[in-house]
């Protein structure tokens, strides 16, 4: 009995020793602040820290890009003093997809988009049409003057001839040397020059009011085709760098007439992930297809995926259709 005795007071006193223990820590962690549970997630004197902000563009004027436009025989558009942005259609390409002869400015123009920053830094960014005995010799070219591929992929579905896209994004001190990358790829293409600005935009056979009142925001004639664009509501970073909406961080919707109010539509929805799902299923539910479902750079903050989509069909439909796409993700009209 004295021995039970003995091992039963042995372990009382190690229950009231490790009882003290644990009653200490708990002052301890009380007394220390909420630096002390950082390891449990709750709190961190580092996530105190203010998070420095990217860094938006400069203001530029159309001086300021005229070296580069010289690089690439061909002027360009700023659009809010910080985006230069040159384009580049493929007139030289006649696409048939789905029956419907694509015009350049449905789906078939190349761009490049320039933006320089306070570090003096300038960023390009862009888009290349490129037929497959293209695609190699594009891919070389701008690997050889330092732009890197960020996407490679199609924007339609069946289509005549094989057509690719290709996304390409870098930066550097000098302009005109992103832009002589830029022209190096277009030279492995057949890309013709640039033409003059027509005296007047095309008529559209198309009932624009409907499609305005569907879409919430008027559209804009582009050579003939019907444009929308819709920039995110949240700011758009990478590598530090805010991207203006003029980069191609946007949502762009077209409209390609058809005959008897009817029209092709192509273009691609910028999502973060969360918005994916709900957006096709606004799509489908309208009776638009999906074409593809992708990235366009690599390190974009928030991650966007990008949606390209078809269809061919009353025009005004599909815009109440797409109306409900533009809603099921967090967009403003960019104007």
Not at 16 to 37: E, F, H, K, Y
Not at 291 to 315: G, I, Q, S, T
Request: proline share 5%; with cysteine.
């Amino acid at each position: 009995m004295v021995t039970i005795k003995t091992r039963e007071m042995k372990w009382v006193a190690v229950s009231l020793a490790s009882s003290m223990v644990l009653l200490t820590g708990c002052t301890a962690s009380q007394d220390a602040g909420p630096a002390a549970t950082a390891s449990g997630g709750v709190h961190s004197e580092q996530a105190d820290q203010p998070v420095a902000a990217a860094a938006p563009p400069e203001l530029t004027t159309e001086t300021d890009w005229e070296a580069v436009a010289d690089t690439l025989e061909s002027e360009g558009k700023l659009s809010g003093e910080t985006v230069y942005r040159v384009t580049f259609p493929r007139r030289d390409l006649n696409v048939i997809s789905e029956g419907v002869a694509i015009e350049p400015g449905l789906a078939l123009g190349s761009y490049a988009a320039f933006s320089r920053y306070p570090d003096g830094t300038t960023m390009v960014m862009g888009d290349l049409v490129v037929t497959e005995d293209e695609l190699p010799k594009v891919t070389d070219a701008l690997q050889r003057n330092g732009l890197g591929q960020t996407a490679v992929h199609k924007h339609l579905l069946e289509h005549s001839p094989q057509v690719w896209w290709v996304h390409f994004h870098g930066t550097n001190e000098d302009a005109a040397q992103l832009a002589t990358g830029v022209r190096a790829a277009l030279d492995e293409t057949a890309t013709p020059p640039a033409e003059p600005a027509a005296s007047a935009e095309p008529g559209i056979d198309l009932d624009t009011a409907g499609i305005d009142a569907a879409l919430g925001t008027e559209g804009r004639n582009d050579g003939g085709i019907y444009k929308f664009s819709f920039a995110r509501a949240d700011e758009v970073t990478m590598d530090d760098r805010v991207l203006e909406p003029a980069m191609g961080v946007t949502t762009a919707i077209n409209f390609q007439p058809t005959g008897g109010g009817k029209a092709a539509i192509n273009g691609d929805f910028a999502m973060t992930h969360e918005e994916v799902q709900p957006v096709i299923q606004a799509l489908r539910a309208g009776g638009i297809e999906i074409v593809e479902l992708h990235n366009h750079v690599l390190e974009d903050e928030p991650r966007l995926f990008y949606l390209h989509f078809w269809a061919n069909d009353d025009a005004v439909q599909l815009a109440q259709a797409l109306s409900e796409a533009v809603k099921a993700h967090d967009v403003k009209p960019a104007g």
